[in-house]
């Protein structure tokens, strides 16, 4: 902290983390610096910088574990972020049941302003900074910046349009940074070995580490922070011990539950941004879900569809009414009375969702349904010819 404020300019700060190529770990994958670089240095209003503990994506569990292990280093990146940004007010937007989580934070925030790290004047270096905790809505849609800023400003947590980015009209329609407990768990670690450092580690365009949460029917399931471009194989098998019971890989779900699935003949695919695009699927939130051989694939899409159906905040009407008939239909398949004309029905009623709403959950509700289809079509048409489950009878296929 002492060398951020009394070695660097802001726009130093921004540069170096442009240059380390630090991305946005919460599932977008925003460059960190550029987004910094999107705040108007002229602007004469005030600026905020707010943290996205909101941790809300199904098999996501590092930003937890980050907060309740070393609130300290989220706190000393959320510090930088807002010297470089020139937010004098921060904030963190903490799921509502990660109660533990916010205590910890509560009691390094206490140590931090007793050791001059936060308030006025840090370290004599004249910047103010005052960061205050912020309970979260208990909804999963709170977790998408816009809402985030519309339940930290007390209103219901529907998103807003975009544009205006938060860059430039963000909370109380000030200017606005928001980046996840992971990205700014980096900062202090950039600052401390350099751009050249971090950008060395991981993939050219997918730099440095990412924690994996891995779970499902591994051996040890865990948090793994390993170099961006580790292969799925060396996940599973090395760190996580391989599937349990010496059962066959089946399918797994590499960034969260709105993320594509995947087969095992993609078992080498490197896990970053760039590598998983191009196979098909999304780096998403780091959350890989493993699925052995036992598993229904239409079970596992039905589970999901409710998840979706449950938080779709209601704003916009394709993913209102759009997700709610996607679980009647898979409900229908999914207790043997699925009808032929089903898979085409669902299909059109996700295209005819994607992209045709405010923010990304309704494009996140349809992806567990279309790639599950396109994956495992012959369960799915099993489930509706033979009215019952092909895995419950035995069979073993991958």
């Not at 989580?101 to 302003?113: D, F, I, P």
Request: aromatic share 8%; glycine share 10%.
């Amino acid at each position: 902290m002492h060398k951020v404020l009394k070695e660097h300019t802001p726009d130093e700060l921004i540069e170096m983390v442009k240059k380390s190529g630090l991305r946005g770990r919460g599932g977008a994958g925003f460059p960190a610096g550029l987004k910094w670089s999107f705040v108007p240095k002229d602007s004469p209003k005030p600026k905020f910088l707010l943290c996205n503990a909101d941790e809300g994506e199904p098999g996501t569990f590092k930003d937890r574990a980050l907060i309740e292990n070393d609130p300290h280093q989220l706190i000393e990146g959320i510090i930088i972020a807002s010297y470089a940004i020139g937010a004098h007010r921060a904030f963190i937007y903490i799921r509502g049941e990660f109660y533990f989580g916010a205590k910890r934070l509560e009691k390094a925030l206490e140590e931090c302003y007793q050791k001059g790290y936060l308030g006025k004047n840090i370290l004599g270096s004249g910047f103010n900074l005052d960061l205050n905790i912020h309970r979260g809505g208990g909804a999963y849609i709170c977790g998408e910046e816009t809402s985030l800023m519309e339940s930290v400003e007390g209103e219901r947590a529907n998103p807003r349009l975009k544009p205006p980015f938060p860059a430039s009209v963000g909370l109380y329609k000030n200017p606005t940074v928001i980046n996840n407990v992971e990205t700014l768990s980096n900062i202090p670690h950039i600052v401390l070995n350099g751009a050249e450092w971090y950008a060395n580690i991981g993939m050219p365009k997918s730099t440095g580490t990412k924690i994996f949460s891995l779970s499902g029917h591994v051996n040890k399931p865990g948090n793994y922070e390993l170099p961006m471009g580790v292969t799925l194989r060396e996940l599973i098998f090395e760190h996580g011990g391989g599937i349990k019971d010496n059962r066959k890989l089946k399918a797994v779900i590499p960034g969260g539950v709105s993320t594509p699935v995947l087969t095992p003949e993609l078992l080498d695919v490197k896990m970053d941004f760039e590598s998983l695009y191009e196979a098909g699927s999304l780096l998403g939130s780091g959350a890989t879900i493993v699925m052995d051989e036992t598993t229904c694939m239409v079970k596992i899409a039905l589970r999901i569809s409710k998840f979706f159906e449950h938080e779709s905040c209601g704003k916009c009407v394709p993913c209102r009414e759009g997700t709610r008939w996607i679980r009647q239909i898979m409900e229908r398949i999914e207790n043997g009375k699925g009808r032929e004309e089903d898979l085409d029905l669902l299909l059109d009623i996700c295209t005819n969702i994607a992209g045709k709403t405010v923010c990304p959950l309704a494009d996140g509700a349809v992806v567990p349904i279309t790639s599950t289809i396109e994956k495992f079509r012959d369960e799915y048409e099993y489930h509706i010819k033979q009215k019952k489950c092909m895995v419950d009878l035995g069979e073993r296929f991958v």
